[in-house]
């Protein structure tokens, strides 16, 4: 089953903050995070794994609550490049493939 | 290294005929999984293959298929087109050698069915 992601698109100012959601039903073992930018291949972020820490990497850090079976993305202080659309993916169970969620689109103005 | 390299990259097929997308992974990677993109649905997984063999297959007719060869290259054949198969295919390579490897997406074969 696909994981839910929200919100749908995000509209912000260079500078602000935001906030992206992946959630599931399964239990999962791992969360993924890419980012597509139009007419481009998707381009890994961070994976999280079950029992795993924090990962962060620039402004750009993601959690994941093995509790709740949910996962976010946090972009501090955004930049133009970041705008694209984010995608989550998970694993559940034994099977090693990629579930992915129908995405977020972010739209950083200047 | 050069990347995930997928041919072509735009088609355009009429309903009924058949076609064959190709991807070649990063060299050393042994893992391919290919992927339908459509607006609004997000990335569909089809089905990954390493070292030549299915090891996943996601939830879509048998009119798709796929095969993978001894250098890692994979083809992916869609027979009997229909409107609804019109979308982005992406592959993806990875090492393949363990869980929750990190993906290289190619830029995608643009498949148009009229």
């Known amino acids: 089953q696909q994981p839910v992601q929200s919100p749908q698109a995000v509209i912000l100012r260079e500078g602000e903050d935001a906030v992206i959601n992946c959630s599931s039903s399964?239990?999962?073992?791992?969360v993924h995070w890419y980012r597509q930018k139009h007419g481009e291949a998707p381009i890994f972020l961070m994976i999280l794994l079950k029992g795993g820490e924090q990962k962060g990497h620039d402004k750009i850090s993601a959690s994941f609550n093995e509790k709740k079976q949910q996962s976010s993305l946090y972009l501090t202080a955004s930049q133009l490049s970041y705008s694209g659309t984010y995608f989550c993916g998970t694993e559940s169970g034994s099977a090693r493939q990629l579930t992915f969620g129908s995405g977020t689109q972010l739209t950083v103005l200047p | 290294k050069a990347g995930v390299t997928q041919t072509p990259r735009y088609l355009i097929k009429t309903r009924g005929q058949q076609v064959t997308l190709s991807c070649s992974p990063i060299?050393?990677?042994?893992?391919v999984s290919w992927y339908q993109q459509t607006p609004g649905q997000g990335l569909q997984f089809l089905f990954e293959y390493f070292s030549e063999t299915q090891r996943n297959k996601g939830n879509f007719p048998g009119r798709f298929s796929g095969r993978q060869f001894s250098n890692s290259r994979s083809e992916m054949n869609v027979s009997t087109l229909e409107l609804g198969d019109s979308a982005l295919y992406l592959c993806a390579s990875s090492l393949g050698q363990g869980a929750s490897e990190k993906l290289f997406f190619g830029s995608g074969t643009q498949l148009s069915v009229l």
């Open positions: 060299s050393g990677h042994r893992s």
């Open positions: 399964k239990a999962l073992y791992s």
